[in-house]
């Protein structure tokens, strides 16, 4: 049997995925061994094969004239590579390549399911005509990335956190940082450099000891800065996922006559919005900063799946919004 | 205040209180996803174990988002931010200007400065103007104090992206108050006036493309246009000719008209004894419609247009092209079902008792769907509103500096202590830097 040639867009799928895979098992390695080749090969071809999927899209969208993200094949495409996009930048800027392997590893299985909807090219059905198709889509896709990169710190949280408590070898709940409580905070007294105060004493003190695990442990980030990171993701997610939701809305009133009609996808979007905005106001407690916030980060990564594939897939056929046909 | 009310102010004015309804909120919001909406009673008793079926009924959680248990936890939600706002969030965000233990506070550092009190006052005070932070001074209790901000508009974003709630809240509420929405059938060559509206709209003629296209599963016929030709007459008199079509709907008066639905209304020839039963004949049926028979019990259930019957096996086609039409008949006597029939155009079906019919002509009708909501630009606002101020809540860090300078060993000891909207883990680093700076100044 002959095969046909491949197409540019699907080339570019094979070496998007292909980098991906190579890429996830190199960082996963890196995450664990920290041998720098390790970071300087992942790095590269993950940054390679988010390219590549950028380029997918626009060659798709080249070759058929039809905007690529009107189905879940389209969509779960930008959102795995909005997920590495949004990863990579905080990576660069606070050196987070170590987790890559995870985030990575959850955005090819999202790519490499979105193919199984690959249905070759389909028009647009009437209501998803509108150009706010190209503006909806991908803000409410990159919310959800930007999710996933907040639910794999939160999982790095909670790695060290719970590190730092076996170490301690006592079920002691850790505080973060407050004016009553235990502090993290640091003191810069006269001639003493300025330091922050490290918030795993356990984990520092078995490292001097020398532990290998613990060696291994103090090379993440500090809670204090995963608290930040995981803040500052969902502080990007969650205005995106508002502006989603108010574009989406305005696109539902010049589609369907009303802004809000109660589908089953709108309500899943507003509960996932709802949860973030647990999480920020949760967050401004003392008591609710640390291990209880990273926790709903990781919590957020399931009821985000639910919201964007469990409602499409699962009960997509009651939905204004289904991309089944 | 009463006992009563300081517990309800106690209550309303907590945050995990604010959060926890927020939980049910988003559970009440998922089980609308999870459970399918508005449908029959029987559907729930398909789908569910009796018990549950009966709960979810009993609970009005089969259209939840009206239920009383849904509006009473946003009238919740919106109480409880009232309160919080002005008994919580006002103070701790805006606070007065006061003194402070320097070294009590987490976030803080002090060094040694040499020179008189007074110039080093002043050399700190233009390091932080330098620096873009507001500086102003105070004196306690004969003690000098110099307090320095950063963004401190920007502590009013809490309460913007509050407000902001207030006017969706506000907006639905308008339409709940003043709105009102339907949906109508108009035929080809129809005028019809929809209820509530002051709008007339006549039908020229409705069109729909359909595409058949190979997919990796087969043939998907995917629906590419759907087109109302009209002519509306509003309040002024005057026609107007538009069009409606799907994303493009038309206002007349403050009403929008949306393109929704179509079908296919069909006109029967019943005969009783071969005889035209005239005034049974002369209706359009659309599809759900039905017939009752004269001095009969029998009736006759317009349900479907079927555009194609497939020639090979005499069933409905997957193409909704019309091809070779037909209409999906249910005949009644009583409530009891007699059975159903697939039946070309044209074609004759015995009804009994000297009944027959025959699907003679269909028309197509489109489905407009029209709306009046009032409230929109509140809503809009209020979207606004609230994303502005969520980004200024998120992307903005306001800190406020306590500075104190006193004399010390060498001079001065200059205590910093830094308090954030968000705690101190997110100013760590800034103040270590800022710290730092300092010092390399003097
Ligand atoms: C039950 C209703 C609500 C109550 C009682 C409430 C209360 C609060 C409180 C007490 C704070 C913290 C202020 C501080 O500690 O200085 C806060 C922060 C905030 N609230 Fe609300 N809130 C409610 C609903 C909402 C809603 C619906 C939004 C919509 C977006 C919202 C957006 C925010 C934002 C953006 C912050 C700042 C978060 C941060 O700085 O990280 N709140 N709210």
Redesign the interface.
């Known amino acids: 049997m002959q095969h046909a040639p491949m197409s540019i867009d699907q080339v570019l799928m094979v070496i998007a995925l292909s980098c991906y895979v190579v890429g996830a098992l190199i960082l996963i390695l890196y995450f664990f061994s920290r041998e720098e080749w390790q970071k300087n090969l992942g790095a590269p071809l993950v940054v390679a094969g988010c390219v590549a999927q950028f380029a997918q899209l626009i060659a798709r969208f080249e070759l058929t004239g039809i905007w690529p993200l009107l189905n879940l094949y389209g969509s779960l495409s930008l959102f795995s590579a909005m997920s590495v996009a949004i990863f990579s930048a905080f990576a660069f800027r606070y050196r987070l390549w170590f987790a890559g392997g995870f985030v990575v590893a959850l955005a090819a299985i999202f790519l490499a399911y979105g193919n199984t909807w690959?249905?070759?090219?389909?028009?647009p059905?009437?209501?998803l005509?509108?150009y706010w198709a190209k503006i909806h889509v991908p803000i409410v896709v990159t919310s959800y990335a930007a999710f996933l990169v907040a639910s794999v710190l939160g999982a790095l949280y909670l790695i060290k956190y719970y590190g730092e408590r076996l170490t301690a070898g006592r079920a002691q709940t850790l505080r973060?940082?407050?004016?009553e409580g235990t502090?993290?905070?640091?003191?810069?007294?006269?001639d003493a450099s300025?330091?922050?105060k490290s918030d795993t004493p356990a984990i520092d003190a078995a490292v001097q000891a020398g532990s290998p695990t613990a060696a291994w442990l103090s090379s993440l980030p500090s809670l204090?800065?995963l608290?930040?990171m995981i803040?500052r993701v969902v502080?990007v997610g969650?205005?995106l996922l508002?502006?989603g939701i108010?574009t989406g809305?305005?696109w539902a009133?010049?589609?369907?006559?009303?802004?809000w009609q109660?589908d089953?996808k709108e309500?899943?979007a507003?509960?996932l919005w709802?949860?973030y905005?647990?999480y920020?106001?949760?967050?401004?407690?003392?008591a609710w900063?640390g291990p209880r916030s990273a926790w709903l980060a990781v919590i957020g990564l399931p009821l985000m799946t639910f919201v964007y594939l469990g409602?499409n897939v699962v009960?997509g056929n009651?939905s204004l919004h289904s991309y089944k046909? | 205040m009463t006992a009563v009310a300081r517990d309800f102010v106690r209550t309303f004015s907590n945050v995990l209180f604010a959060v926890s309804l927020f939980a049910i909120w988003a559970v009440l919001t998922l089980l609308g996803v999870v459970i399918d909406q508005n449908q029959d009673p029987q559907e729930y008793f398909g789908a569910y174990p009796v018990p549950l079926a009966r709960a979810i009924l009993r609970l009005g959680f089969d259209n939840v988002y009206h239920s009383p248990w849904y509006i009473g936890i946003i009238g919740l939600i919106l109480l409880s931010l009232t309160v919080c706002t002005f008994k919580r969030v006002i103070p701790a965000r805006l606070p007065p200007l006061r003194p402070v233990k320097v070294d009590k506070i987490p976030l803080n550092a002090s060094f040694e400065v040499a020179g008189v009190e007074s110039s080093v006052r002043q050399r700190v005070e233009a390091f932080f103007a330098r620096h873009g932070w507001q500086v102003r001074k105070r004196t306690f209790d004969g003690t000098e104090w110099t307090f320095a901000d950063r963004h401190n508009w920007a502590r009013r974003g809490v309460l913007v992206a509050h407000v902001g709630f207030v006017i969706i809240a506000a907006g639905t509420t308008i339409y709940w108050a003043r709105g009102f929405a339907g949906e109508t059938a108009i035929l080809t060559g129809q005028t019809v006036t929809p209820s509530q509206t002051s709008a007339s709209l006549t039908l020229h003629d409705f069109n729909y493309r359909i595409q058949p296209i190979a997919t990796k599963s087969g043939i998907v016929y995917q629906p590419i246009d759907y087109v109302s030709h009209v002519t509306a007459i509003g309040r002024d008199g005057i026609p107007h000719r538009a069009t409606i079509r799907v994303n493009h709907p038309i206002d007349v008066d403050g009403t929008f008209f949306y393109q929704a639905s179509y079908g296919f209304a069909m006109r029967f020839t019943v005969t009783h004894d071969g005889v035209p039963v005239a005034d049974l004949s002369s209706r359009q049926l659309e599809e759900g419609q039905g017939l009752s028979l004269p001095q009969s019990a029998r009736s006759v259930q317009y349900a479907q247009f079927v555009p194609t019957i497939d020639k090979l096996t005499g069933m409905p086609s997957a193409d909704p092209r019309i091809n070779r039409p037909g209409v999906v008949l249910n005949v009644f006597d009583g409530d009891q079902p007699l059975g159903t029939t697939l039946l070309p155009l044209g074609q004759r079906l015995d009804l009994g008792q000297g009944f027959s019919i025959v699907p003679r002509q269909y028309t197509l009708y489109s489905g407009i769907q029209y709306r009046y909501d009032p409230g929109v630009p509140l809503v809009g606002i209020g979207a606004f509103v609230l994303l502005a101020g969520l980004c200024i809540s998120l992307y903005l860090l306001p800190a406020r500096l306590f500075v104190q300078v006193s004399p010390g060993p060498a001079g001065c000891t200059v205590g910093v202590a830094a308090m954030t909207v968000k705690g101190y883990e997110m100013f760590e680093q800034p103040f270590s830097e800022l710290i730092e700076e300092m010092k390399k100044g003097e």
Not at chain 1, 118 to 123: A, D, I, S, V
Not at chain 1, 183 to 190: D, H, L, N, P
Request: charged letters at 15%; proline letters at 7%.
């Open positions: 690959n249905e070759g090219t389909l028009p059905v009437p209501s005509q509108s973060a940082a407050t004016p502090s993290v905070a640091f003191t810069v007294r006269e300025v330091r922050v204090a800065q608290d930040v803040y502080a969650l205005p508002t502006i108010i809305a305005w009133k010049e589609a369907w006559g009303a802004y109660w089953p309500t899943a507003l509960t709802i949860f905005a647990m920020m106001h949760l967050h401004t407690r003392n900063r409602v009960i009651h046909t």
